[in-house]
């Protein structure tokens, strides 16, 4: 265990040398488009930035990373879009966030970067599989608090949760707007939880720094002018457009990170 702690350690420091201008431009504009997708359709955007952090940092320090810039740019979205949240649902789901976060913590498990990739990619399909008069409705009694439960649990093992949460959310009567609202809270408290998950085990060496503060610091600006520009977009798309546009791009990142991971397998 102390062999992989220190693996990780050096890999990140290993690759913190290697942020060349054009690394951090290439961040930065991912950044950028991921939360303005995030804050457009409510998910998938997260898919993006994950698959380009993971490219330039382990696991641990990818997920803590991600997680900081993410908090911001929901945290963002929140306030963007305050007064649709339906905030019983969020209450229920934060309870079942906790219960599972507490579960995982006890097996104490990172996944390796290959898993990730597939995770992230097969997801999709894996919804898909799943009967559309089988799925669940978030507006119904406990539901949100077995959301909560799942999307922990995928939080931390796969990164990003988004697809599972919206899962829930296709049979329900929620507009675009109230979607996008009370999707909002939930994954900013699920980046606090995955955030501190990872954080816990204590392999992470660095994000003290004064360079990491800095780049951790323009990344929170970039998340939220991206954010920022989504209320344009929404206001002009249609609720079957806004279904419409979060598949295809969510088909098309899928396939991106299968790719990813048969080649790190490989």
């Known amino acids: 265990m102390q062999h992989c702690m220190l693996h990780c350690v050096r890999d990140t420091c290993d690759n913190r040398r290697g942020m060349t201008p054009a690394v951090l ?26 698959g380009v952090l993971l490219v330039y940092f382990d696991v641990a320090t990818t997920m803590i990373v991600f997680s900081i810039i993410q908090f911001f740019a929901n945290g963002w979205r ?6 649709f949240v339906r905030w019983p649902i969020f209450w229920w ?18 996944p390796d970067k290959a898993l990730v990739y597939f995770l992230l990619g ?36 796969a990164g990003v949760g988004g ?8 049979k329900s009567s929620l507009d675009r707007k109230t979607t996008i609202a009370t999707k909002a809270p939930t994954q900013t408290f699920s980046h606090i939880l995955r955030g501190a998950y990872f954080g ?32 344009y977009v929404i206001e002009r798309m249609s609720d079957t457009g806004f ?3 979060t598949r295809a791009i969510i088909i098309a990142i899928s396939l991106v990170y299968l790719a990813r991971a048969a080649w790190l397998w490989w």
């Open 243 to 245: 279904r419409r546009w």
């Open 200 to 231: 816990s085990f204590g392999s992470v060496d660095g994000l003290g720094e004064p360079g990491m503060l800095w780049m951790l610091a323009g990344a929170v600006v970039l998340a939220v002018i991206g954010v920022s520009l989504t209320p």
């Open 78 to 83: 929140v306030m963007l879009w305050w007064r």
């Open 163 to 170: 697809l599972f949460l919206d899962l829930f959310f296709q």
């Open 25 to 50: 431009a290439l961040i930065g504009t991912t950044i950028v488009v991921s939360s303005f997708i995030s804050g457009t359709f409510g998910m998938a955007g997260g898919m993006v930035l994950l």
């Open 122 to 157: 097969i997801m999709p399909f894996a919804v898909d599989l799943l009967p559309a008069r089988a799925r669940p409705n978030i507006e119904w009694r406990g539901v949100p608090f077995l959301t909560g439960v799942g999307t922990t649990i995928i939080q931390i093992l």
């Open 93 to 110: 789901y934060m309870l079942g966030a906790l219960f599972a976060a507490a579960a995982l913590r006890a097996v104490a498990y990172v």
